[in-house]
């Protein structure tokens, strides 16, 4: 008689390089039943957003073709994970769930319900170290507690993340005798169809095959300019591996192997260097991960207790004149704009705007939050809580909050010649570099040349820096 299936949950993981529940499945070599559940929105929008929907939808299309050329299927439903999950397994006849841990707290809510349900009717349940380095609990500080400051913990991830060893791609993916029916991606609904939609997407192919791809390009012709140009919004020399790592099409110990691997063959201390700062990079990804499972409130409430008095000043039109890129500030009008048309910003950039809003306009952190979470392609929850609540300053680690970026002082910093300026806010191409970052101290014969009308053709800026500062301290102060 042939063995009864292994349903294969899968969530964040559409991948088949280093997928431990896939591997530990394949392993069995009983058959396979690979399962994506499109579950209703969580609580506190923690569901996926606009963008990440779409980019979603192309990496079901991608993973569903990669596993029909390993003689598999994607099986598509939507629906509670419990309910879908017993219906599955019934109409299979299969008593087995495999899958990969999600360290979002709604996930790990999802994943004890299912847990229960499978207890209550026989079945078993298997579960896997998902798209991290580490486990959150795997590391701790001397009291025992979870880490809050990063240093430490990037010192003490060290000596684990030696000589990681990713799964391997399985060749071949054993078939039941009879697949259950399947949703297709567009029952999904997680395209609109909208024009945003589209030109957004054209910046990005998604999937796995993809996501390796453009990880070998980065370690192969970036990684050496990755130190010292990572914060030039304008050079490409980061990773752009986000999405993919958001979305689980590529692992954390897939990309560090392979950096591992490539460091065996070099002596070069520049390249090691560069490695030095890339995997820091991916260990703030960890921390992040960190944070959020051991303080899921963090997604809302800030960690820093003392900032749950902080006065903000709440004003829809603001926060609207912020998402619609028209502060009067170019180097945040650009990211907004990078961030509007591409679903990705710059880390330098997201750091100047996100500082923008909740400082200079004392609009709630959360709610910038919110607007990264609908248009960012890599859309993250962890890493999103862990950038608003550091920029906020009432995160982990988080920046002095008396520290207020100059949005005019970092554009002439990270962006000398205005050339990121001038890529995403062209109405402001003709003006010379002096004037990019500050348009409104320009010469009138400079902005009739670049045939600028200040609050006509780009807007006056919507707030005066030194006050916006004063505020900002001022409402600080009343919290110390
Ligand atoms: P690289 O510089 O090539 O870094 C490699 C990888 O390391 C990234 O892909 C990412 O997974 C990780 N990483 C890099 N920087 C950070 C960081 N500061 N914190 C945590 N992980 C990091 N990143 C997201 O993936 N999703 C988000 O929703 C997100 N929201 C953010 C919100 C704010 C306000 C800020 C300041 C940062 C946010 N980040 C977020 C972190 C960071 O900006 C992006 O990960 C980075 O810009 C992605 O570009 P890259 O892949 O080229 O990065």
């Known amino acids: 008689m042939p063995s009864s299936p292994i349903i294969l949950w899968l969530r964040n993981d559409l991948r088949l390089l280093d997928n431990p529940a896939l591997f530990h499945a394949v392993q069995t070599n009983r058959p396979i039943i690979p399962v994506y559940i499109e579950q209703p929105g969580g609580p506190n929008n923690w569901s996926r957003g606009s963008a990440s929907n779409v980019w979603f939808a192309q990496s079901l299309r991608s993973f569903a073709n990669t596993l029909q050329g390993h003689g598999s299927k994607l099986i598509i439903r939507s629906g509670s994970a419990t309910e879908v999950l017993r219906a599955v397994t019934q109409e299979s006849q299969s008593d087995t769930v495999f899958f990969n841990r999600y360290y979002e707290p709604y996930e790990r809510h999802t994943e004890s319900k299912v847990e229960s349900l499978l207890q209550s009717v026989g079945g078993k349940l298997q579960s896997f170290r998902g798209n991290v380095l580490l486990e959150p609990w795997e590391i701790q500080t001397r009291n025992g507690q979870p880490y809050k400051v990063f240093t430490p913990f990037y010192k003490a991830i060290q000596t ?72 030039i919004p304008s050079r490409p020399f980061t990773s752009t591996l986000s999405p993919y790592l958001s979305h689980g099409e590529l692992s954390p110990r897939k990309v560090l192997h392979s950096l591992q691997s490539m460091l065996v063959e070099t002596s070069d201390p520049a390249t090691i260097a560069a490695a ?136 002439e910093k990270f962006d000398k010649d205005g050339e990121y300026v001038k890529k995403w806010v062209p109405e402001l191409s003709k003006l010379p570099s002096k004037w990019i970052h500050k348009p409104w101290q320009a010469p009138k014969e400079q902005l009739q040349y670049a045939g600028i009308t200040l609050g006509t053709t780009y807007p006056e800026p919507m707030v005066d820096h030194t006050f916006a500062r004063e505020r900002a301290l001022a409402a600080y102060n009343s919290i110390k």
């Not at 650009?334 to 880390?347: I, P």
């Open 160 to 231: 684990t993340i030696q000589a990681v060893q990713p799964y391997p791609a399985p060749t071949q993916i054993i078939s039941p005798d009879q697949w259950p029916n399947s949703l297709t991606v567009e029952d999904l609904g997680l395209e609109t169809g909208l024009e945003w939609e589209s030109s957004m997407m054209q910046h990005w192919i998604s999937g796995e095959d993809h996501a390796l791809k453009t990880m070998e390009s980065f370690l192969r012709e970036k990684l050496e300019n990755y130190p010292d140009g990572r914060d």
């Open 276 to 411: 030095e700062t890339f995997v820091r990079q991916l260990i703030w990804r960890e921390f992040a991960v960190h944070l959020l499972y051991h303080f899921p409130h963090t997604t809302e409430q800030p960690l820093n207790e003392k900032f749950s008095r902080f006065p903000w000043n709440s004003k829809p039109d603001d926060l609207r004149t912020w998402q619609r890129c028209e502060t009067g500030y170019p180097i945040v009008d650009a990211g907004m704009r990078q961030l509007w048309q591409t679903g990705w910003m710059h880390n330098r950039v997201r750091m100047i705007v996100a500082s923008f809003l909740v400082k200079h306009l004392l609009q709630p952190w959360q709610d910038g939050a919110r607007w990264f979470r609908d248009t960012l392609v890599d859309a993250d929850l962890a890493n999103n809580t862990l950038g608003w609540q550091w920029v906020a300053g009432s995160g982990a680690d988080a920046a002095p909050y008396f520290r207020i970026f100059n949005p005019v002082l970092q554009g």
